[in-house]
Structure formats: structure tokens, C-alpha cells
């Protein structure tokens, strides 16, 4: 799923909705919306900082 938050996520949600079919990234995608989102709203600036979370790195559970 998509989820977005602050004053440009509205816009940066549509966006990422129209790339999400595309062979790019998440990161990828995720910087082009935020590109896009900061392109229309005065509130959001295109300076980001990208915390990628590890899929390999989720938390194991132990068996009971």
C-alpha cells in the first residue's frame, strides 16, 4: 500500500498512485512524488531524507 502525511501528501499520495505500475523502485517513487508534491504545494520543499528499512532485517519470530 501508499500512505502519505503532512501538508503535500495529498499530492505526493496522487503521484506515487500514478507511478506505482512502473518498474521503479519504492525509493524511487517515492523521491519523483515528493518531487511532484513540492512542484504544487508551497508547504512542501523537495529536501529529503530517505530512511530505507531492510526487508531481510524484520523482526523474527520464535516458535512457541
Do not use: F, H, W
Request: a negative charge; aromatic letters at 4%.
Amino acid at each position: 500500500g501508499i500512505m502519505a502525511i503532512g501538508s503535500g501528501g495529498n499530492y505526493a499520495l496522487a503521484a506515487a498512485r500514478a507511478l506505482i505500475d512502473s518498474d521503479k523502485s519504492a525509493e524511487d517513487i517515492a523521491k519523483r512524488a515528493m518531487k511532484i508534491a513540492s512542484d504544487i504545494c508551497v508547504y512542501t520543499n523537495d529536501s529529503l531524507v530517505i530512511e530505507a528499512l531492510d526487508s531481510d532485517s524484520a523482526p523474527k519470530q520464535s516458535g512457541s
